[in-house]
């Protein structure tokens, strides 16, 4: 793995969970972790409940668009997860692939994507437990 890890964050709209997921990762590691998120099929924004879920622990995902996701995003990073999506993203040897079960925010209201919110973030303080050495 480079001196600088990097995660690419997948899901087929790139509007909810990998949006969240990016904002924990860029939030909680800073420059440390070069972070990307893209879908199969971008919505035209991102999802305004994610939005407002990730605003309420002090992150400002606003300026996030969803992207398409490219061959050359995967190729270029580290680790790929993504999230309920595996079967159309390109595998290529030496890169770590995770699968995270998700539910998917689309479409809900704010008390059902709070404990999605929080999932991921668990999940991004285990992921940059294993990205990043602790200093001695």
């Known amino acids: 793995m480079a001196a600088k890890p990097s995660v690419l964050f997948v899901c087929v709209h790139n509007a909810g969970r990998s949006q969240m997921a990016a904002g924990w990762l860029t939030h909680l590691a800073g420059d440390r972790v070069e972070v990307r998120s893209a ?41 790929v997860i993504t999230m309920g999506y595996g079967d159309a993203c390109p595998i290529f040897p030496g890169k770590r692939y995770e699968d995270w079960k998700l539910d998917d925010p689309a479409g809900q ?14 999940r991004i303080e285990k992921l940059i437990g294993e990205l990043l050495p602790v200093p001695s």
């Open 39 to 79: 879908g199969s099929a971008p919505a035209d924004q991102i999802n305004p409940t994610a939005v407002a879920a990730m605003a309420e622990v002090g992150i400002n995902i606003t300026d996030q668009a969803p992207k398409i996701l490219t061959i050359d995003a995967v190729e270029a990073s580290d680790v």
């Open 109 to 122: 209201g704010i008390n059902a994507v709070r404990p999605i919110r929080d999932d991921i973030r668990s």
